[in-house]
């Protein structure tokens, strides 16, 4: 029981992690390397309105998260709209984004450490324990827990169910042929990116919400979040929610169970496995 | 094609810092009569925090008082203000000896202060041994200081050994054993990196030593960000201490699953990061009690000017580790170059066998080796204070068992 509860709220962090970076690279195409600064970003903007105004993180959430909306869909208007018109559709914007974002990834960090440090930065908030079936969780993990299941559940839900949905999956699946039906795909993109943004300065609110950090810790977030969403498939959000629990889940079994310094190698060989036996992912479509 | 641009943006980047450091060294003082001082910091990448912590706003502080006071004073009487030449390794050892490198050989500078951290001090010590530089390498680490101080003559390691502090902390242990205030079980978790496998292979020896039974022995790796699973493990391992050989993140993680869960164990001890500032606002006040490395010595009238000092000029205070042991190596140099100039063989046997009145007291090097330091330090009343050696002036004795979060 235990190891069920802790490791399902653990993965709920890592899945709500995910979500935003499965988007901007399943739908708009972009692997953003940036991903884990964004996610800071947010988190330092969160501790900044908590300690300058006293503005409550869950208030601050609704303010983040369209700040967020709206800085992905700069930085797509500004950073990577030409990257795309270059590219015409191929394989070659995978690339040029990814050097692209890399760039960015310092340019924020030094923005970061320019304006609030190098410090460790951390706010103390909700920060008690709460029991669930007799186990102890930290309130803040199992808020940021149910923000991952609202925000996954809801978007997946969107991304099926609606019209709007309908569009985006069209432009993930063949962004070449999206156009051919009236599908304006450079709108979508941009919407997709911005989401995506959104979705990572949500996630980092909650990272600011449970944990200690400081400007230099993105690239730890990037890779967490890159190998659900691999294993989970690429733009899949129930896959990268599926793949963030069972990552929680397995983690957390065998560092209960086995030995806590086991939980890298126990992570990466099942991505391994995911890799070699389903490299779309375990819930990607067979191209 | 792209690969070249981000090359030359690179290039471009790094030139433009440097122009501007450069600049901004230049503008203030440009006659040829300074005392050039250049140092590589991690100031982006992994090490940027803990260099930002501990060792930059030491060498911005020492400078800017050098030169307030009319700048380094030399034999003869004379003062010469001090030019900083400042390189950013961006966390990487590749681009720390290029930089060192660069200094001793295209910039000349007169000294170059070292780096932050074990590996990167490692790192420039036969660089900075084969250009005849004076190495105080104040934030390392290391059970082979002996050996490296023999190996290269010019370098001084001023923080000890993994195997000082874990032997610290079982000193201070068996004493609480011994007056009955806590059992002989310990809970003992370490990082899976250089810092805690060093820590941690000092303190099993020591424990079994000590006769204590170590219940719960776990490594963890780095980057783990929850703790949750450990912590509830080693709750119901009915030890009474928890020993953790951590780094900040990990320090700071599990402080908060501590509290979150109610994990009240008598004797609470974490590693780096808990002599931090920051540690008190992580344990949200309720730090009384928490032992870890390093310590100060808080009555010291020295001391508490060098923490308000240090508030003045970076806007927080040092850490309660290896900070004032940093101010203390620049002041240990500022005397040795008054004593002796800046010819490197001299100055460096002039550190290595002096006598320097600095904040943390009297120090002198054996074997050019800091000895005289704190092993274990615990929070008391808002301070971080030393407590053990027992025996060394100004130890406060320890709070056990710590009271509850």
Redesign the interface.
Same mark, same amino acid.
């Not at chain 1, 449970?210 to 810790?217: E, G, P």
């Given at each position: 029981m235990?190891?069920l509860v #802790?490791g399902l709220?653990?993965g709920g *962090?890592y899945a709500l992690l995910a979500l935003g970076l499965t988007i901007q690279y399943g739908i708009a195409r972009i692997m953003n390397l940036a991903y884990g600064e964004m996610t800071l970003a947010a988190a330092f903007v969160l501790v900044f309105l908590f300690n300058q105004l006293g503005l409550p993180p869950l208030l601050s959430i609704l303010f983040v998260a369209p700040a967020g909306y709206v800085t992905g869909w700069l930085l797509y208007t500004v950073m990577m709209r030409p990257l795309v018109a270059r590219s015409g559709g191929g394989g070659k914007l995978e690339?040029?984004s990814i050097?692209a974002t890399?760039?960015l990834l310092?340019v924020v $960090? %030094?923005l970061l #450490?320019l304006f609030f %440090?190098?410090?460790?930065?951390?706010i103390?908030y909700l !920060?008690? %324990?709460v029991s669930v079936f007799g186990v102890?969780? &930290?309130?803040n993990?199992l808020i940021a827990f149910a923000v991952c299941i609202v925000a996954g559940g809801g978007l997946a839900l969107a991304l099926t169910r609606t019209r709007w949905g309908l569009i985006m999956r069209a432009v993930a699946l063949t962004p070449g042929s999206a156009p051919l039906v009236g599908i304006d795909v450079t709108r979508v993109a941009r919407q997709a990116f911005a989401l995506g943004t959104a979705l990572a300065a949500i996630g980092g609110t909650s990272v600011a919400m449970? $944990? *200690?950090?400081? &400007?230099? !810790?993105g690239?730890?977030f990037t890779m967490k979040a890159l190998v659900i969403v691999i294993m989970g498939g690429v733009g899949n959000v129930p896959g990268a929610l599926a793949a963030g629990f069972a990552l929680g889940l397995i983690? +957390?079994f065998v &560092? +209960?169970v086995i !030995?806590?310094?086991l +939980?890298?190698?126990a992570t990466f060989a099942i991505f391994l496995i995911v890799l070699l036996w389903r490299p779309e992912g375990l819930f990607g479509r067979r191209a | 094609m792209t690969g070249h641009s981000r090359r030359a943006f690179m290039h471009a980047a790094a030139t433009c810092s440097l122009l501007a450091l450069t600049l901004s060294g230049t503008a203030a003082l440009a006659d040829d009569h300074t005392v050039k001082i250049g140092y590589a910091i991690a100031k982006t990448g992994p090490n940027a925090t803990g260099a930002g912590i501990t060792t930059l706003p030491n060498y911005q502080l020492w400078v800017s008082k050098v030169n307030e006071a009319g700048g380094l004073a030399m034999p003869d009487g004379s003062k010469r203000m001090i030019e900083v030449v400042e390189y950013d390794d961006r966390s990487s050892n590749e681009d720390l000896v290029r930089a060192i490198e660069r200094l001793a050989t295209q910039d000349n500078v007169d000294i170059i202060l070292p780096p932050w951290g074990t590996g990167a001090n490692l790192a420039i010590a036969p660089l900075m041994d084969r250009f005849g530089y004076p190495q105080l390498a104040v934030t390392a680490v290391t059970d082979k200081a002996p050996e490296f101080a023999a190996r290269w003559k010019r370098s001084f390691w001023m923080l000890g050994g993994g195997h000082d502090y874990a032997v610290g902390l079982a000193d201070a242990l068996t004493a609480a054993r011994d007056a009955g205030t806590i059992n002989g079980k310990i809970a003992m978790v370490s990082v899976a990196d250089g810092f805690g496998i060093d820590l941690v292979n000092g303190a099993r020896p020591a424990f079994a030593d000590a006769g204590f039974e170590v219940v719960y022995d776990k490594s963890y790796p780095l980057g783990t960000s929850d703790f949750a699973a450990i912590l509830n493990e080693a709750k119901d391992s009915g030890a009474d201490s928890f020993v953790a050989f951590s780094y900040p993140p990990g320090s700071f993680g599990m402080t908060k699953t501590a509290q979150s869960i109610s994990y009240n164990p008598k004797v609470f001890y974490i590693g780096v990061g808990g002599a931090f500032p920051i540690y008190a606002k992580i344990a949200d006040g309720k730090q009384q009690g928490v032992m870890s490395i390093g310590g100060v010595n808080a009555e010291s009238e020295a001391i508490q000017t060098y923490f308000q000092d240090h508030i003045d000029s970076a806007g927080a205070p040092p850490d309660s580790w290896a900070s004032a042991i940093t101010f203390a190596s620049l002041q240990m140099l500022e005397q040795a170059v008054e004593r002796v100039g800046l010819d490197h063989e001299q100055l460096a046997a002039e550190l290595s066998t002096g006598t320097f009145d600095t904040i943390i007291g009297e120090v002198k090097l054996e074997d050019n080796q800091l000895r005289d330091l704190w092993w274990v330090g615990q929070w008391q009343d808002g301070a971080f204070k030393g407590v053990n050696p027992a025996d060394k002036a100004g130890a406060s004795s320890p709070i056990i068992p710590k009271p509850e979060w």
């Open positions: 235990t190891i #802790l709220v653990l *962090t690339l040029d050097l890399f760039g310092f $960090q %030094g #450490l %440090g190098s410090n460790f930065t951390s103390s !920060d008690r %324990g102890t969780v &930290a309130l993990r449970y $944990q *200690t950090f400081s &400007a230099t !810790d690239v730890v983690e +957390t &560092a +209960t !030995d806590p310094g +939980t890298l190698a | -």
